[in-house]
């Protein structure tokens, strides 16, 4: 599943008539340069949220096979239903099996395939998700979870970045109402708290494209070939 129903008020004026993941990296959208990992991961259905100007994004890609991948939409209202809320929404989409989930936000060379290989370890009496994290980039200097000998912790000290990449079992979402908003750092912390998350490092590139002067940065990179 790919998160694109944020409006992106940080991204304004550019995201006024253009949703965030169909911002230009290096010559093409955003969400595109996601696509085409999962593809060559393997990974070829995908579920895409929308609702900020999501009309366009469906006229951009439409069911996916232009890319090579089948997508399915899922609609929300105006105001988006935050992280757990969305993936809640498009649940019967995403069906019973662990899936992996990708902010449509961000710039990176994750290893799909071996979080698509861990994901499938996640069980409902067990791990109930895997997360990656990235080194604190200069707007998250505190970090979110802390990851200890492959295992992800709410604690204060030493803390890495949520990358915003993870994959989940569907019962991490039992109980969610699928048409409310609601965030998902509190469902991983209560898993946390029980001792079923597991975790990995990314040191690979990984770009947070939340506002104009980082979009700039991160089109420098892609068009400089890196």
């Known amino acids: 599943m790919i998160l694109a129903a ?16 169909l911002l230009a990296v290096g010559g093409r959208p955003l969400i595109v340069w996601h696509i085409e990992a999962l593809r060559a991961a393997g990974i070829t259905d995908l579920v895409i949220n929308h609702a900020h100007l999501g009309h366009t994004l469906v006229e951009a890609l439409g069911d996916g096979s232009a890319l090579g991948v089948r997508i399915a939409w899922s609609a929300e209202p105006e105001g988006a239903l935050e992280t757990a ?7 019967h989409l995403l069906g019973e099996a662990p899936f992996i989930v990708v902010n449509g936000d961000i710039w990176c060379d994750a ?5 698509a290989a861990a994901a499938t370890a996640l069980s409902a009496d067990g791990d109930l ?3 990656l994290l990235v080194d604190n980039p200069p707007h998250n200097p505190g970090g979110d979870f802390v990851l200890r000998d492959g295992r992800v912790f709410d604690e204060a000290d030493g803390r890495l970045t949520f990358s915003g990449i993870g994959a989940y079992h569907p019962a991490l979402f039992d109980g969610v109402d699928p048409d409310a908003p609601a965030k998902l750092a509190p469902r991983l912390r209560a898993a946390m708290r029980e001792g ?16 104009p002067q980082r979009l700039a940065e991160v089109d420098a990179l892609a068009r400089g070939g890196r």
């Not at 809320?85 to 649940?91: S, V």
């Not at 290893?111 to 979080?115: G, N, T, V």
């Not at 079923?196 to 506002?211: C, E, I, L, M, Q």
């Open 85 to 91: 809320g969305g993936i809640a929404h498009a649940r």
């Open 6 to 21: 944020g409006r992106g008020e940080r991204m304004r004026p550019l995201t006024d008539h253009l949703p965030k993941p």
């Open 129 to 131: 998700a895997r997360l």
């Open 196 to 211: 079923r998350v597991s975790g990995a490092r990314h040191r690979g590139h990984w770009h947070d494209v939340g506002t």
């Open 111 to 115: 290893d799909f395939s071996a979080l």
